[in-house]
């Protein structure tokens, strides 16, 4: 498995990380398979797993319980899970107990939380206590009500110095990379020049030292409009419908299942259900 020696090494080698959302046991699998570096069991799972419109709804025991899944399905590689809404903000030792949760019973390698304001004192209490922490800066998800809608941050030169500010406070806290999402590829050159940590973007431009994206994003599991920065592989959400049709289809019209698909009884043996 990869750590995050190799992410730095990869890093100042030049050589881009990748990384992808998982969810669930096949999707975790399907991601080691074809090599990523790391996985992300991101809270946008809430939007793309349990149907909520934003990642607020989710939950430490959802995290929990979708971080197990993907463990299980890519014990090889590099586990980050999502810290979920207001659960890293009440109390430092509220913070520490839901973080240890989901490393002991979900089984991550790695926590990311959202935000530098009020967090890098988190992030220093969370790796003091040995676990590894990736920050989120530019587009924070979980404080969309406060950004106001999702949108493109620090496109400003007053927005950029603080969003420049903000990385290297969460560098300085101990984070080991940063996700930097949706921010002008600008600045997101800048911040990757200057930070010794890698930075991973998403919607950040070609410059960040890695790379990801939301599995469902990348092969077109839902339909719907996709984000400008996504850029989608395939498109599996007609192929998934379409057979489900052609199983109904048959269905109504008997021609599945057939001969090959059913069971015999022993040649000698007769039924007589009516003894
Ligand atoms: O939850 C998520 O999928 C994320 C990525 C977009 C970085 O945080
Ligand atoms: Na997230």
């Known amino acids: 498995m990869k750590t995050?020696?190799?992410?730095?090494?990869?890093?100042?080698?030049?050589?881009?990380?990748?990384?992808?959302?998982a969810y669930d046991y096949p999707s975790a699998k399907q991601a080691e398979l074809a090599g990523v570096d790391m996985i992300l069991v991101g809270d946008s799972l809430g939007m793309v797993v349990l149907g909520y419109d934003s990642t607020i709804p989710v939950t430490v025991d959802d995290m929990i319980h979708h971080t197990k899944a993907v463990k299980r399905g890519a014990k090889e590689t590099f586990i980050?899970?999502?810290?979920?809404?207001?659960?890293?903000?009440?109390?430092?030792?509220?913070?520490?107990?839901?973080?240890?949760?989901?490393?002991?019973?979900?089984?991550?390698?790695?926590?990311?939380?959202?935000?530098?304001?009020g967090v890098t004192d988190t992030i220093l209490a969370l790796t003091n206590g040995g676990i590894p922490v990736i920050g989120h800066l530019g587009l924070t998800p979980q404080s969309?009500?406060?950004?106001?809608?999702?949108?493109?941050?620090?496109?400003?030169?007053?927005?950029?110095?603080?969003?420049?500010?903000?990385?290297?406070?969460?560098?300085?806290?101990?984070?080991?990379?940063?996700?930097?999402?949706?921010?002008?590829?600008?600045?997101?050159?800048?911040?990757?020049?200057?930070?010794?940590?890698?930075?991973?973007?998403?919607?950040?431009?070609?410059?960040?030292?890695?790379?990801?994206?939301?599995?469902?994003?990348?092969?077109?599991?839902l339909d719907g409009r996709v984000p400008k920065f996504v850029k989608q592989y395939a498109s599996i959400s007609p192929t998934i419908e379409q057979s489900i049709k052609e199983y109904i289809r048959d269905v109504k019209n008997r021609t599945f299942p057939e001969e090959k698909h059913s069971f015999n009884m022993k040649k000698e043996e007769k039924i007589n259900l009516y003894r």
């Open 4 to 21: 995050r020696l190799d992410f730095m090494k990869m890093k100042h080698s030049g050589e881009p990380i990748t990384m992808i959302t």
């Open 144 to 221: 969309v009500n406060v950004l106001g809608g999702y949108k493109v941050q620090g496109k400003s030169a007053k927005a950029a110095e603080k969003l420049f500010a903000d990385a290297k406070r969460v560098q300085e806290a101990g984070a080991i990379a940063l996700v930097l999402e949706c921010v002008p590829q600008q600045l997101s050159k800048e911040i990757s020049l200057q930070l010794d940590i890698p930075t991973i973007g998403i919607g950040a431009g070609p410059h960040t030292d890695g790379q990801v994206l939301v599995y469902h994003d990348l092969i077109g599991y």
């Open 80 to 117: 980050v899970t999502d810290m979920p809404f207001m659960s890293y903000h009440l109390s430092p030792v509220d913070t520490l107990r839901n973080a240890t949760r989901i490393m002991q019973e979900g089984g991550a390698d790695c926590l990311k939380l959202e935000g530098a304001d």
